[in-house]
């Protein structure tokens, strides 16, 4: 038992936290991790306030803006957030929505009280947990003919509310600088803002996004404007591949003025389903009401279709694996009230959305299998053969578990284990080559580490289905050293190593076999990239010696060029080729000593754009690869080929 503490614990003892102070004490419980994806919480905190404008139909245009200081500016030309005295706080509207976690207009009367009847927002702490986070706010409103002004330093105004010009302008500006104090990270990521304006733009047709960077000697900057919204979205998913629709379907129904839907479907040549829901433009990556609906629809229609144009018969009938393979959809619904399982949103939960959805796709995608036979009939019959391709699937699964392969507790020969059995105390290395393995399992800590060598490159797994998988010897290696299965069949509890380190050469083969890798993890095992276990081993390009000059492992071309400006005079260098080219010592000092070594951990940021690049440079399209190359060739200094 532990120690009592004096007895003074009385009503003075409680503390009652004010105004902003419960984000700044607990910033977690509001935006989630204080890392670089919690700093961009904050932007998509402030843009959803002018996304609600445009969904209320008062705005047009949203313009962002990475200052030269390091701050971002969100503009809009809505209505502007309103600026008068209200009569409960006796503060203006702005500071209000500013200082108060549960002020906003997402809060009862919907459009009775002239707020918002659909909003991105859930509970209304959006503007001002970005204001509490900022050492340095300024809001600008233009409204009813004058610019007004406030400045706020880590969620407290300097003054009240003022005006301080007049303007025929309307819409509301954000400046804020995050508060390092409170973040791990201020320094704003372009692609992270570019990919989700992107993102907006499409869910939001005919709204014009703009990103801009300042920082630095040169500007950059981008522009979206979607006029086709959705069906842009599905066309750009599925460019360079072979689809079944010339054109994506698309419709959208509405019930009332408190329910929207759009959904773009398209069939493509390739084996996985890609289905994005969307609810008040959030992605749910947990899916929901509304993606239930409308795979409960999907499979409805299409079996209809099949036995009403005699190619099933009645006994027949196609799963919903069978009508998926292949899709990719856009399920975007705009709803009132929306309800979530947490505040992250990452599942729907509101129950009359499945009934809405599922009615207007059965009605709506039925009536165009109906007005277009020869594709419905093509569709089908794909489906019908990736039911057959799944039964064999099925059949090289049961044979794999015969072999005892997915849940044998024997692990493969020449995978070399560690002592410990904790897996969050675990690692295992997935290195290239039996030569490079040997000197790993020679070099690592055995407590800890285990050693899984593969032979040569793995089956791209882009191009197969499952019974294909299933038999590669590397892959089968992997399944079972993990423990956790694959696809609907994963267990992340049965995990054995909570760390997975891809081990490679730093040459072109290297990254070829890393992109393999990661590749089968993302199809099979997508919770492993998902939830950070996988990560990138960084082997060292040089090492370094001279007159006095220590042995320096050297990481690339640029290290090397410091390097040289730094200690100057003649170096002899050792350039490695491979991994296999180190002795244990040396491969232990640089690549697995975890006091001394880089690891990069795997992340998926943005689903659609890893669904697509995945697609683009493991797919059937070598003229695409080529010009992603291309394009990108300038991010590389030196190609080792």
């Not at 502007?80 to 005295?85: D, E, L, V």
Request: glycine letters at 8%; a negative charge; hydrophobic letters at 35%.
């Amino acid at each position: 038992m532990p120690e009592k503490i004096e007895n003074n614990y009385d009503a003075n003892s409680l503390r009652a936290l004010k105004g902003l102070e419960p984000v700044r004490e607990h910033p977690g419980m509001y935006i989630g991790p204080t890392d670089e994806k919690g700093l961009h919480t904050l932007v998509r905190e402030v843009i959803d306030n002018s996304i609600d404008e445009a969904l209320a139909g008062y705005c047009d245009t949203i313009e962002v803006k990475i200052l030269p200081d390091g701050s971002c500016s969100i503009k809009d030309n809505g209505r502007g957030i309103p600026t008068g005295i209200n009569k409960e706080s006796g503060i203006s509207g702005v500071e209000l929505a500013l200082t108060n976690l549960n002020a906003g207009g997402k809060f009862g009367g919907g459009n009775k009280a002239g707020g918002y009847k659909i909003s991105s927002g859930l509970h209304g702490v959006g503007v001002s947990c970005v204001n509490a986070l900022s050492d340095t706010l300024i809001a600008e409103v233009c409204q009813n003919g004058h610019r007004f002004r406030q400045v706020y330093h880590c969620g407290v105004p300097e003054e009240p509310l003022k005006i301080v010009e007049d303007t025929s302008e309307t819409g509301t500006t954000i400046i804020f600088h995050p508060d390092p104090t409170m973040l791990e990270t201020v320094d704003f990521n372009y692609d992270t803002l570019k990919t989700l304006l992107r993102e907006l733009s499409y869910l939001n047709k005919g709204l014009k996004l703009t990103l801009t960077d300042r920082r630095g000697e040169k500007e950059r900057s981008d522009a979206f404007c979607y006029e086709g919204g959705v069906v842009h979205f599905i066309e750009d998913i599925n460019k360079g591949k072979e689809t079944l629709f010339e054109k994506p379907v698309y419709f959208e129904d509405s019930d009332g003025d408190d329910k929207f839907l759009e959904v773009a479907i398209q069939y493509n040549d390739g084996y996985s389903e890609q289905i994005f829901p969307f609810s008040n433009n959030i992605r749910q990556p947990d899916g929901g009401t509304h993606l239930d609906g409308f795979k409960a629809a999907l499979t409805k229609v299409i079996n209809d279709a099949g036995k009403r144009l005699n190619i099933l018969k009645e006994s027949e009938k196609l799963s919903g694996d069978d009508v998926r393979e292949g899709i990719t959809a856009v399920v975007s619904v705009k709803i009132a009230d929306a309800q979530y399982e947490s505040q992250t949103k990452a599942k729907l939960c509101s129950t009359y959305v499945r009934g809405f959805v599922q009615k207007a796709v059965t009605d709506k995608f039925g009536t165009y299998l109906e007005e277009h036979p020869s594709e419905t009939k093509e569709l089908i019959m794909r489906c019908i053969t990736a039911q057959r391709a799944r039964e064999a699937a099925r059949l090289a699964r049961e044979e794999t578990h015969r072999k005892g392969v997915l849940e044998s507790t024997k692990l493969p020969g020449k995978l070399a284990d560690c002592s410990d059995k904790r897996p969050e105390l675990c690692e295992i290395y997935i290195v290239e080559g039996d030569s490079a393995g040997g000197t790993a399992k020679q070099g690592r800590d055995r407590r800890f580490q285990a050693i899984l060598p593969l032979r040569g490159k793995i089956l791209n797994v882009e191009k197969v289905r499952i019974n294909r998988v299933l038999e590669n010897e590397e892959i089968k290696a992997m399944i079972t050293a993990f423990g956790c299965g694959i696809q609907e069949n994963f267990d992340e509890s049965k995990l054995r190593y909570d760390r997975i380190i891809i081990m490679t050469d730093a040459d072109v083969d290297g990254s070829h076999i890393r992109i393999l890798l990661l590749t089968f993890f993302y199809r099979y095992m997508r919770p492993l990239v998902e939830n950070g276990h996988v990560y990138a081993a960084q082997p060292p390009l040089y090492k370094a010696t001279g007159k006095g000059v220590p042995a320096t492992y050297l990481y690339d071309d640029k290290a090397l060029e410091d390097f040289r400006k730094e200690y100057g005079g003649k170096l002899e260098l050792q350039r490695y080729k491979g991994l296999g080219e180190m002795d244990k010592e040396q491969l232990w000092e640089t690549t697995m000593d975890p006091a001394r070594r880089t690891l990069v951990r795997m992340k998926v940021e943005d689903a659609v754009e890893a669904d697509r690049l995945f697609s683009l440079l493991m797919g059937e399209q070598p003229e695409l690869r080529r010009q992603f190359i291309e394009e990108n060739a300038k991010l590389v200094e030196e190609l080792d080929v």
